[in-house]
């Protein structure tokens, strides 16, 4: 299995994702890891649809999603991994998936959010998340679209 990006973007599947960074990374699968999406009928119609035909579609719960991972299950696959927000990415490392790296493109201004970037509001909340995958060695960048600057997002916080 290689993992060729591991993004949050709040609305998960859509013409960046779908169009941009799933040719970018060459992406065979997008996993789409939601604990409220994963029971939503609706959502993941909405998905399907959105979810380019040469990609393969998962969505899953952050148990299932650490479970699958953990195992041989995607070894034939280019897995490109989007959640809504931090606090999903805290719980997957948590359930004992680890990585090293998350992009972080949209995430949208909401109550209680602070715009620490174009397109990226995040909350006190949020931040600790965030903070909590540094601190455990997770490099956090923030990028909307692969020509855009790398930019290290912990460093914004500050």
């Known amino acids: 299995m290689a993992i060729v990006n591991i993004r949050v973007d709040d609305r998960l599947i859509h013409g960046q994702v779908a169009a941009v960074w799933s040719l970018i990374t060459q ?3 997008i ?3 939601d604990d409220e999406v994963v029971k939503d009928a609706v959502n993941k119609g909405a998905l399907q649809m959105a979810c380019p035909q040469r990609c393969k579609l998962s969505i899953l719960s952050v148990e299932r999603a650490a479970i699958n991972l953990n195992t041989d299950k995607y070894d034939a696959d280019r897995l490109f991994i989007v959640v809504k927000g931090p606090k999903t ?3 997957l490392y948590d359930a004992g998936f680890k990585f090293d790296t998350v992009n ?3 995430m949208g201004g909401k ?3 602070t715009m ?3 397109a990226v509001s995040v909350s ?3 931040i600790e998340n965030f903070k909590y995958l540094a601190s455990n060695g997770v490099k956090v960048t923030a990028q909307m679209v692969p020509s855009d600057e790398v930019i290290d997002l912990i460093s914004l916080f500050n």
Do not use: C, P, Q
Request: charged share 30%; net charge positive.
């Open 27 to 29: 992406a065979t699968r």
């Open 124 to 126: 006190e909340i949020d």
């Open 111 to 113: 109550t209680n959010t």
């Open 89 to 91: 990415l805290k719980n």
């Open 104 to 106: 972080v493109g949209n």
């Open 31 to 33: 996993m789409v890891i």
């Open 116 to 118: 620490v970037k174009k």
